[in-house]
């Protein structure tokens, strides 16, 4: 059975600061998903990475995928307010998608 | 386009009470899904629809039924709702069950069972 798991659970960080997520999945798996939640709403698509050393970036954001390790990083540089959110990771695995715990991030002054 | 909506947005049962919570799709997707997302955990899988016609279940199917009314539309029934189903749930599409097909979600309905 695949196990997802992120951490840290909770990250409070202050602004101008660098901080990495991580998530660890426990078997072979051929996409993996990173989505942001803000508070009361859905789940928006930040990131799919496709294959081993895929990286990709947008803004202050960028996700990275080792497949052989089974980790993917979710890096956040020079962190904004406006990063506050929750943080999925989601792994694809025999049609379905299997999410981690999330990381529920807070950026202050 | 309005992507995947769903009713009611906000609901509160009593114990033992019934409900369905529809969902609707205007992407032509085939295939659908319902989740639960509790304090703490991740979204996790109640039930999945890959066409017209099939349903199947995920992880946490117990207490819930679910039916694919059409292309477009996938409803989830509680039969006699408990206090350990309040949660907040949410739909989901795709094109395919194939890993190269992204979800998209819907705004999630939130349900308190007391």
């Known amino acids: 059975e695949l196990k997802v798991e992120q951490n840290p659970l909770f990250l409070s960080m202050q602004e101008g600061k660098n901080y990495t997520i991580y998530c660890n999945y426990s078997t072979t798996s051929d996409r993996l998903y990173w989505y942001r939640q803000d508070p009361g709403k859905s789940l928006e698509s930040l990131f799919v990475l496709l294959s081993n050393g895929a990286v990709k970036q947008e803004g202050r954001l960028m996700a990275s995928l080792d497949t052989k390790a089974r980790l993917s990083t979710l890096h956040i540089t020079a962190a904004v307010h406006d990063l506050s959110a929750t943080y999925f990771c989601?792994?694809?695995?025999?049609?379905?998608?299997?999410f981690g715990t999330g990381t529920r991030l807070q950026v202050f002054p | 386009n309005a992507g995947v909506t769903q009713t009611p947005k906000f609901q509160v049962l009593k114990t033992g009470q019934s409900m369905t919570l529809q969902c609707a799709q205007d992407?032509?997707?085939?295939?659908m899904y319902w989740y639960r997302q509790d304090p703490g955990m991740g979204l996790r899988l109640i039930y999945y629809s890959a066409s017209e016609g099939t349903t199947d279940k995920g992880e946490v199917p117990n207490g819930y039924n679910v039916s694919r009314l059409n292309k477009r539309e996938f409803s989830l029934r509680l039969e006699s709702a408990a206090p350990s189903q309040t949660s907040v749930y949410f739909c989901?599409?795709?094109?395919?069950?194939?890993?190269?097909?992204?979800?998209?979600f819907g705004p999630g309905t939130r349900l308190t069972v007391t």
């Open positions: 989901a599409s795709s094109e395919g069950l194939a890993s190269m097909y992204e979800q998209y």
């Open positions: 989601a792994v694809h695995n025999t049609d379905k998608l299997i």
């Open positions: 992407m032509n997707h085939n295939s």
